[in-house]
């Protein structure tokens, strides 16, 4: 697939700065981080004004708790709502409607699905005499309650299983979803380059390889990923890629942005009108009304006086076009079309998103390497992908075909002729009770059921395995199981009180920053043991940006030290001027003035920032790193100049809140090694000058190193830190990127706890508590003290 003569890891460039952009830049770093791939997204930065509002579904719930990503967070930077449902009113006729919830329906019952068993009870429950009434399919369905009662996912203070599982989605502003992935995707080390792509550059094979942008400015890759929307600027202009038109009764949307309603609801409103349908989308700060039609009967005008009408508002209207469809082939070439680039359908569930996923995971199933079969993965891509995007418009489709309603509109819709998948799927499900689908379909099987049981649309038996079987057990089980959904759906807090915790009362206009009340939850629960620790965690958060954080234990003479963490942000994540914000941070955690304007003066040439606690003997003592990283990364990867100096990555402050001593200067360079000799070497070098102390750290070095080689899966980045001035010596070995755990070391660890002289019983538990985090940094030496210590980091995780 990679037909140049490079031999350094492939490089990766996303074209387009939209969702899939950056959601697919900052997923692809951290999957091929240890592969060694480069990633570069190529789009212009998020426009100011009017944003449009998604609905999500539960997929994109998933991949945000995949990725470690803090809920509250995210939430909070994107004015989201919790979506547990959809709510559809006279849409497959006049004057009725039904609940389609995310979710099971109720537990399975010997492997079936409950449909089922609620079609035999309904069955019984319309012959004459029977006392049991079915209800309706979704009253089995916790979250169909729970968004009629108005209520959220979760209790006030706690998790659910519902948040465990995921399964619901969010209502969010598109542009700050944006901006969020993308201060996160720049935070992992994915370089951003602003512009739009004008053209491509073939190289000699006929391949892309480099997009040329409106300045002029060339990006050079090996495979790329277009991601610029519905115009694929590099599958469809570039490549000549044609567009295979879908169908579907509406051609444009008419969106109308208003106030935030009094309540919140945690559902999606559709409502079917006689020249198409509406739906309205409850943000943390306005409340999103969209009104899909067919500009051939209905003009543009005429729509948007029927939006304004519907909503009692004479705001302006946003018009756009819709479009539907997919590429036959999604992946020419060296170009790999995702999102809106691969296809398109109409935003009637939500699939927007989950189409930009499903192309992920399919992508990474295909992943090319140098001197695979190029033609057997650009197959293999655009069968899963296509076949994904079409069960995702067979869904839309039969939200048409089951309608009654007599309009043009819905006569139009029910007219198109429907795929043979469906048609079988509908005729299947009319003659035998069930529905038959791959485990990969985007609309489940229980899915079509709520579809269907909301239709009216059921079929002429109940399957054939149930309707055999004893039914004399069935009412007693669903009145218990309907019982177990109401009281579950009682058991969750008010969707409004919900909101008011994460976003507050009153809606603030645009981006601020602001200090989380001290009882937000911020992180696990080891950043706020303190007031003091608690006081940086919310310093961090009060940001509303994304950060990263990692706890640590020390280990010396004096005893083990375990109320220790450290937070990561991006520089990205400061703001348009981050001397400013890491002044504030910094003077709230009590750096004197010249420490603070010397590491603001710091962080513009800078990458990262790390703000660190600790309570050890002396008290609390903060801590602020500025990294460097893009710079030692670049050096990493290159030739050294015969005597280059070792390279500076950290410079970080050290002092005491309130203290009379200024704070310790700790400087960390990287001075050029790079392979486990060159590191052995250097560390013999520096236990020279430890003396007989430092030999628990060194011997706890090499038997890491060792470890590192004989069962990591990636390098080993060495640093060397002193202080400024001071007795300080240590190393630091960050692991990150051999993929070994606390377990794995464990062992290692624990005697060298012991040789240090903390008790076997205490080393054990502590370590015990962190066995299954990912093993991050060990360091060692000899400390300001003159007493040896190791430290070790681990469990590193999003905020």
């Known amino acids: 697939m990679f037909r140049s003569e490079r031999s350094a890891p492939p490089r990766l460039v996303v074209a387009g700065g939209g969702p899939a952009g950056w959601m697919a830049a900052l997923y692809l770093k951290r999957v091929l981080r240890r592969a060694g791939w480069t990633v570069t997204l190529v789009g212009s930065a998020p426009a100011a004004g009017a944003s449009a509002a998604l609905a999500t579904r539960p997929a994109f719930t998933r991949f945000l708790t995949g990725i470690g990503i803090d809920e509250a967070i995210f939430m909070r930077r994107c004015a989201a709502t919790y979506r547990l449902a959809s709510r559809y009113d006279d849409w497959f006729a006049e004057g009725q409607g039904h609940w389609h919830p995310f979710g099971a329906c109720g537990p399975r019952i010997a492997g079936r699905d409950l449909f089922h068993y609620w079609m035999k009870l309904r069955q019984e429950s319309t012959e004459e005499g029977a006392e049991v009434e079915a209800g309706s399919y979704a009253d089995y369905a916790p979250q169909a309650l729970m968004a009629a009662a108005g209520r959220g996912p979760r209790p006030m203070a706690d998790r659910s299983s519902l948040t465990e599982s995921g399964d619901y989605g969010y209502h969010l502003d598109r542009t700050a979803l944006v901006r969020f992935l993308r201060d996160l995707a720049l935070s992992e080390g994915v370089r951003g380059v602003a512009g739009r792509v004008r053209e491509i550059e073939r190289d000699l094979y006929g391949d892309v390889g480099a997009v040329v942008l409106d300045g002029g400015q060339k990006v050079e890759g ?165 076949r994904f995007h079409d069960d995702a418009a067979e869904a839309v489709a039969a939200h048409y075909v089951l309608g009654r309603r007599s309009e043009p509109f819905w006569a139009a819709a029910r007219a198109v002729t429907i795929p043979d998948r469906l048609a079988d799927r509908l005729d299947l499900y009319e003659l035998a009770g069930h529905v038959a689908l791959s485990e990969e379909a985007p609309f489940s099987e229980g899915d079509h059921y709520l579809l269907f049981s909301g239709a009216d649309f059921l079929p002429r038996r109940p399957f054939a395995p149930v309707d055999v079987a004893d039914g004399r057990e069935i009412a007693r089980l669903l009145a218990s199981i309907r019982a177990q959904s109401a009281q579950i759906a009682e058991a969750m807090a008010p969707h409004g009180r919900l909101m008011d915790a994460l976003h507050g009362k ?116 903060y801590k602020l790193y500025v990294e460097w990283s893009s710079r030692t990364d670049a050096a990493w990867t290159g030739a050294d100049e015969a005597g280059a100096e070792p390279m500076l990555v950290h410079r970080a402050y050290k002092w005491t809140p309130g203290g009379t001593h200024p704070p310790v200067v700790t400087l960390y360079h990287w001075p ?70 606390v377990a794995d070391a464990e062992p290692l660890l624990g005697q060298a706890f012991v040789n240090l002289g903390v008790p076997r019983e205490a080393a054990a538990r502590v370590l015990r508590e962190r066995l299954q985090e990912t093993l991050g940094h060990v360091a060692g030496g000899v400390g300001r003290d003159g007493q040896p210590f190791i430290t070790v980091y681990s469990g590193v995780a999003g905020g």
């Not at 600790?614 to 008290?619: F, H, I, K, R």
């Open 672 to 741: 050029r090694v790079r392979g486990p000799e060159e590191i052995g070497a250097r560390l013999n070098r520096m236990a020279g000058e430890w003396g007989a102390a430092g030999a628990p750290a060194r011997d706890t070095a090499h038997a890491i190193l060792r470890l590192a080689q004989e069962r990591g899966r990636g390098a080993v980045h060495y640093l060397e830190a002193r202080e400024e001035p001071g007795r300080r010596l240590s190393y630091d070995l960050n692991l990150y990127a051999c993929g070994l755990t």
């Open 222 to 386: 090996d495979i790329f990923l277009d991601c610029t929307g519905a115009t694929g600027q590099l599958i469809g202009t570039a490549l000549g890629e044609a567009w295979v038109a879908g169908s579907g009764p509406g051609n444009r949307m008419a969106r109308l942005s208003l106030p935030q309603s009094p309540e919140v609801p945690p559902f999606t409103a559709y409502r079917g009108r006689a020249e198409g349908w509406t739906a309205s989308l409850p943000l943390a700060d306005r409340t999103e009304h969209l009104y899909v039609y067919d500009s051939r009967t209905t003009p543009p005008d005429a729509a948007a006086a029927t939006l304004r009408c519907a909503f009692d508002s004479e705001a302006g209207i946003v018009d756009a076009e819709l479009r539907h469809g997919r590429r036959a082939s999604p992946w020419q070439r060296n170009v790999v079309a995702l999102g809106a680039a691969a296809g398109a359908v109409e935003p009637l569930l939500g699939f927007d998103l989950d189409l930009v996923l499903a192309g992920l995971e399919t992508f990474l199933a295909t992943l090319p390497r140098q001197g695979d079969g190029g033609d057997v993965l650009r197959r293999a891509y655009a069968a899963r992908l296509n």
């Open 506 to 621: 009153v809606p603030v206009a645009g981006p601020s920053v602001r200090i989380a009340a001290a009882s937000a939850p911020v992180g696990p629960a080891g950043l706020r043991r303190t007031p003091e620790g608690a006081r940086l965690a919310d310093l961090v958060a009060g940001l509303g940006q994304p950060f990263g954080y990692e706890r640590s234990v020390k280990a010396s003479p004096a005893g083990l030290q375990t109320d220790r963490f450290l937070m990561s942000l991006h520089r990205a994540s400061l703001g348009l001027t981050p001397e400013t914000t890491l002044d504030r941070l910094a003077a709230g955690l009590g750096l004197p003035e010249r420490e603070r304007a010397e590491a603001a003066g710091l962080i513009g040439g800078a990458d990262i920032l790390h703000l660190g606690y600790e309570d050890g003997p002396p008290g609390a003592l």
